[in-house]
Nanobody, 126 residues
Framework: QVQLVESGGGLVQAGESLRLSCADTGRAWSNIAMAWFRQAPGKDREFVAAINWSSAFKNYADSVKGRFTISRDSAKNTAYLQMDDLGPEDTAVYYC???????????????????WGQGTQVTVAS
C-alpha cells in the first residue's frame, strides 16, 4: 500500500521559492508514477506536474512551466516539487498522488491516481 505524506508548505512572499516533498511511507517504489495537484479556495483541484518512475517523462501545467520542477529520489522514496517565482495565484493546498505506471496521454487526469497525500498549504503573499 502506497502511503503518501507531503511536507514543505508554508507562507512566502511573491517571487520567493518553496520545495515540497512527498514521501512514500508505505512500500518501496518500483514503477509508480507521481504527480502534484493543487486546489485553491473555491476552485476545483487541478493538475500541476507529473513524473514517471525513471524520471524520463515529466509534464507540467502551462501555468507553472518554467517556474516549477518535479523530481524524485527513488533511493529515498520521495518526490519533490521545486516552486520558484511564486505568485499569489499559486496559493493552494498541494497534494501529491501516485499510480502504477505513467500515462503519457492522461497523466493530468485526477481520476487515474490511486493514492493521495493529505495535502500541504502553500500561501503566497503579494
Amino acid at each position: 500500500q502506497v502511503q503518501l505524506v507531503e511536507s514543505g508548505g508554508g507562507l512566502v512572499q511573491a517571487g520567493e521559492s518553496l520545495r515540497l516533498s512527498c514521501a512514500d511511507t508505505g512500500r518501496a517504489w518500483s514503477n509508480i508514477a507521481m504527480a502534484w495537484f493543487r486546489q485553491a479556495p473555491g476552485k476545483d483541484r487541478e493538475f500541476v506536474a507529473a513524473i514517471n518512475w525513471s524520471s524520463a517523462f515529466k509534464n507540467y501545467a502551462d501555468s507553472v512551466k518554467g517556474r516549477f520542477t518535479i523530481s524524485r529520489d527513488s533511493a529515498k522514496n520521495t518526490a519533490y516539487l521545486q516552486m520558484d517565482d511564486l505568485g499569489p495565484e499559486d496559493t493552494a493546498v498541494y497534494y501529491c498522488a501516485a499510480r502504477p505506471g505513467y500515462s503519457v496521454t492522461y497523466y493530468y487526469r485526477e481520476a487515474l491516481y490511486e493514492s493521495w497525500g493529505q495535502g500541504t498549504q502553500v500561501t503566497v503573499a503579494s
